[in-house]
C-alpha cells in the first residue's frame, strides 16, 4: 500500500521566522513528489519534482527532493501571516497518475 | 478560461438519500479523478477514470459510483450506502503528462 507521512502534523510560528516542512514516503512506481497550499477550498499548486539533488524555487518558498532516502522537504523563509495554510504533499504514482496524500501539516503564523 | 467546474458549492441532505455532484472540465484532460478530504487530514481517492466509458474504484469507493459518459462530465453520486458521506469532495482532471493536475473548487456536503 502506497504511504505518504508528513511531519510536523501542526507548527505554529512567528513572522519572519523560517520553517521546514517534512514528506516521506513509500510507493511503488514513482513519477513525481507535488507540493500543495490549501487554505479553505481546492489545493494550489506549489512545486512538481521528480529529480534528486534539484531545488525548486518560488519567492521564499523551496523544496528538494531525495529519491534515495525517499524524503522531500518543504522551506518557507520569511514566513508572512499569508502562509497560514495546510500544506500537502503528495506523491504521483502509476501510468493513471493517481496521487496519494498525506494528512497534511496546519501551519499557522503569527505576528 | 480552462478549468474545472464543480457544483454545487455547497449541498445538504437527509441521511438515506443519493446525492449527485458534478464535476465539468474544459481542459481536454482524459484522465479525471474524485477524492474526499475529511478535517484534518488528507485527499482519498475515491474514484478516477483515465477515458471515457471507464472507470477504476480507488481506495474508498464503497457506497460511491460515477459515470464517464462525456470526455467533460465526470459525476460523482453518493448513495445511502456510504455510512460517513459528510465531507469535502474535491475533483481533479490531468493530462496524464508530467504536470498535469487541476482541482475543482469542491463540492462541501453534509448529511443530516
Known amino acids: 500500500e502506497d504511504k505518504v507521512v508528513q511531519s510536523p502534523l501542526s507548527l505554529v510560528v512567528h513572522e519572519g521566522d523560517t520553517v521546514t516542512l517534512n514528506c516521506s514516503y513509500e510507493?511503488?512506481?514513482?513519477?513525481?513528489l507535488l507540493w500543495y497550499k490549501q487554505e479553505k477550498k481546492a489545493p494550489t499548486f506549489l512545486f512538481m519534482l521528480?529529480?534528486?539533488?534539484i531545488e525548486k524555487k518560488s519567492g521564499r518558498l523551496s523544496s528538494i527532493l531525495d529519491k534515495k532516502e525517499l524524503f522531500s522537504i518543504l522551506n518557507i523563509t520569511a514566513t508572512q501571516t499569508g502562509d497560514s495554510a495546510v500544506y500537502l504533499c503528495?506523491?504521483?504514482?502509476?501510468?493513471?497518475?493517481?496521487?496519494?496524500f498525506g494528512t497534511g501539516t496546519r501551519l499557522q503564523v503569527t505576528l | 478560461d480552462g478549468g474545472i467546474t464543480q457544483s454545487p458549492k455547497y449541498l445538504f441532505r437527509k441521511e438515506g438519500q443519493n446525492v449527485t455532484l458534478s464535476c465539468e472540465q474544459n481542459?481536454?484532460?482524459?484522465?479525471m479523478y474524485w477524492y474526499r478530504q475529511d478535517p484534518g487530514q488528507g485527499l482519498r481517492l475515491i474514484y478516477y477514470?483515465?477515458?471515457?466509458?471507464?472507470?477504476q474504484k480507488g481506495d474508498i469507493a464503497e457506497g460511491y459510483s460515477v459515470s464517464r459518459e462525456k470526455k467533460e462530465s465526470f459525476p460523482l453520486t453518493v448513495t445511502s450506502a456510504q455510512k460517513n458521506p459528510t465531507a469535502f469532495y474535491l475533483c481533479?482532471?490531468?493530462?496524464?503528462?508530467?504536470?498535469?493536475?487541476?482541482f475543482g473548487s469542491g463540492t462541501r456536503l453534509t448529511v443530516v
Open positions: 477514470s483515465q477515458i471515457v466509458n471507464d472507470f
Open positions: 481542459l481536454n484532460h482524459d484522465a
Open positions: 521528480t529529480s534528486s539533488g
Open positions: 510507493v511503488t512506481n514513482f513519477r513525481s
Open positions: 503528495a506523491v504521483c504514482v502509476g501510468t493513471a497518475s493517481k496521487l496519494t
Open positions: 481533479a482532471s490531468s493530462d496524464n503528462r508530467a504536470y498535469g493536475y487541476t
